[in-house]
């Protein structure tokens, strides 16, 4: 049976987890080496659809600085973040920029955008 290691990153202790599918009961999991519920509920997210909250800067002009900090609005789905990489890589935006404002609106279909993590000009 394949068992793939992980790490929980939900709080400071770290645990290393080993997971792997239940061959008598499809869709679940078996989950060692974490100590609480928390990290179980992470290993299920992980192992079924892993997901990173991108950062990233993009190319910004009339500004004091010429990249701006951004951020996903949600977290993307693992496979995706190179391609995203991609998208956001090829925008240039105009300054000023206030925090929060969507840079890039519902990336490649996602429902997700590309926000501002600071205030630009
Ligand atoms: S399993 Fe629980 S105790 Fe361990 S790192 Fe995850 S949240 Fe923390």
Redesign the pocket.
Known sequence: MEEKEMI????????K?QVSKKEDQPGELKVRG???????D?AYEEFHNPTRTLTSTVAIRNTPLPRLPVKTSKPLPKELVYKAMEEINKVEIEGPVKMGAVIIKNLMDTDIDIVATRSLG
């Open positions: 929980c990153i939900l709080c400071p202790l770290g645990c987890m974490i100590q609480c519920k928390k990290g179980k992470y």
